[in-house]
């Protein structure tokens, strides 16, 4: 059994030494293959790099090659350049010199001429002197004497044709405007058309029967005497039937005291007493009818809002005439012209609107302000805060200052335009006399006029003048002198038309 133990013990010993040779001379063999391969592996990687290198140094030669080729083109290219930059420099060295020659050869020449223009100018005027002596010794004349009678040749030669040319000028602005203004008036007159109804100072109150007279008058006239004291209205009770005639210059009062006197008659009692309650109710309703009709006359403009005090004093024109004109219907007459042209002509409508709703407001302070109506409307528009473009035209409108602005312009014409359409205002003969007597006047003051005459309504004036005394150039500056003088001394509605005269024939036209 031991013997077993031993021979087995012994077997596995010299087992373990056999397998632990055959590992040992097994990995002696791989480490030799391993090396052997690492030597290999070495090689083939410096051949690699071997070939690397060659092909890199064989890459480099040709590209050093490739470069030098290009460097010498460019080289070559450059120097070709320098040599045409060279030759265009020699060429135009070659022009300046040739310029330079030629500019000094043409300054040689101006100096020549110079100094031969300067002879010529010296012989010229010794020429001219002996020109001037000889003329003075044929003419028997100085030279003073000669220039003055250059002089008036020519003054009387520009004369004519300063006169030809202000009748080509006018004609052909007369036909001009004619045509234009033709056309803008029309058009707003036909846009235009307000109706007048000519008021009169006196108001007509309708009795039912004329034993209403009577209680009117009152015992011993108490009643009549209160009316007229309380209003300030004169009361006509006369022969004529069924009526009470109430006069009175203001037509404010006038309208009091009419509608007192209505509901008087409407209630039947009339006393003292009574007719002063009414009064004070009447005038109180009076008021409203004011503010109301100065409301409607500005939604009517329709140029904007106005100071509650400004449409206060618009519906007191409601009661306020002008020849015959109801006031309050002639300003929005003009206000509607004068938008109408301030539109057609590219102006500020709304300036020249709110201008002529205000231009004629100083008529209803009148009586209780010192100064032109004008100027007051300008004050009112002023004080309650108009525009400065506004202001001016209002003052403007009747030339107290000369106008300086297209609004203004054009509330002036409106203002003219509404004023002298027929039927639109009445005028006292004795002032219709005065005004043709001084239009005739003022042509008859001119030397060479023999007659002259108003016509159309004083709207033009027809002079004769003396055939022998005016020609035809004189006649155009004699109507331009006439024009002038009427705009400046007279006031006239609209336009007037100036026509001269001569040998039955009319020469020329100026308005």
């Known amino acids: 059994m031991l013997t077993v133990v031993a021979a087995v013990f012994v ?11 055959g590992l040992r001379m097994l990995s002696g063999s791989r480490l030799r293959s391993a090396e052997e391969t690492r030597r290999q592996l070495l090689a083939d990687a410096e051949r690699q790099v071997e070939t690397r290198r060659r092909e890199a140094e064989v890459e480099e030669r040709e590209r050093a090659v490739k470069l030098r080729a290009e460097i010498e083109t460019e080289v070559q290219d450059r120097r070709v350049e320098i040599a045409k930059v ?39 005027k010794s020429t001219k002197q002996q020109a001037l002596d000889e003329l003075q010794r044929v003419s028997l004349m100085t030279h003073g004497e000669a220039r003055q009678v250059l002089l008036e040749r020519s003054e009387d030669l520009v004369r004519h044709e300063l006169a030809r040319n202000v009748r080509q000028l006018e004609e052909e602005a007369r036909t001009d405007a004619r045509r234009r203004a033709r056309a803008l008036v029309a058009d707003a007159l036909q846009r235009v058309a307000a109706s007048h109804t000519a008021e009169t100072t006196v108001t007509v ?87 109301q009709a100065g409301e409607q006359a500005v939604f009517e403009a329709n140029c904007g809002a106005f100071h509650e005090e400004l449409v206060k004093v618009l519906g007191r024109l409601r009661y306020r005439t002008s020849y015959g004109q109801n006031v309050l219907k002639h300003t929005l007459e003009v206000v509607h012209l004068v938008g109408i042209m301030a539109t057609e002509l590219g102006a500020s409508a709304k300036t020249a609107k709110r201008a002529a709703m205000l231009h004629d407001i100083g008529k209803a302070m009148t009586h209780e302000v010192e100064g032109t109506h004008a100027a007051i409307s300008g004050q009112l528009a002023k004080r309650y805060g108009e525009t400065a473009g506004v202001i001016h035209a209002i003052e403007a409108h009747h030339y107290e200052i000369q106008p300086q602005t297209v609004e203004a312009v054009l509330l002036i014409s409106a203002d ?25 006047e003022i042509a008859t003051a001119k030397p060479g006029v ?35 003088e009427i705009e400046d001394r007279l006031e006239y509605p609209g336009q007037v038309k100036v026509i001269v005269i001569r040998e039955s024939r009319a020469i020329e036209i100026a308005k």
Do not use: W
């Not at 030759?87 to 020549?112: I, P, S, W």
């Not at 008087?264 to 309650?277: F, N, Q, T």
């Open 205 to 291: 109150v309708e009795l039912a029967s004329d034993d209403m007279k009577g209680r009117i008058i009152g015992r011993e006239g108490r009643n009549i005497r209160s009316l007229e004291h309380l209003t300030g209205v004169d009361f006509i009770i006369d022969d004529t039937p069924h009526a009470v005639v109430l006069s009175s210059f203001d037509g404010l009062r006038r309208e009091v005291a009419r509608l007192t006197l209505e509901k008087l008659i409407e209630d039947g009692r009339i006393h003292p007493a009574r007719i002063e309650e009414m009064y004070y109710l009447s005038k109180a309703e009076l008021e409203e009818h004011v503010m």
């Open 11 to 21: 077997g596995i010993a010299v087992g373990g030494v056999a397998s632990a040779f």
């Open 86 to 124: 060279e030759e265009r420099v020699v060429r135009t060295e070659v022009d300046v010199e040739r310029k330079l020659l030629e500019l000094e050869r043409r300054e040689q020449g101006a100096a020549d001429r110079e100094l031969n223009l300067k002879q010529l100018q010296d012989e010229a």
């Open 416 to 440: 003219a335009i509404s004023a002298s359409r027929p039927g639109a205002r009445g005028e006292s003969f004795e002032h219709y006399i005065r005004r043709l007597e001084s239009l005739e």
């Open 450 to 484: 023999a007659k002259a005459y108003a016509l159309q309504a004083g709207r033009e004036i027809r002079v004769m003048v003396e055939p022998t005394e005016v020609d035809d150039d004189a006649a155009v500056l004699l109507s331009f002198e006439i024009a002038r």
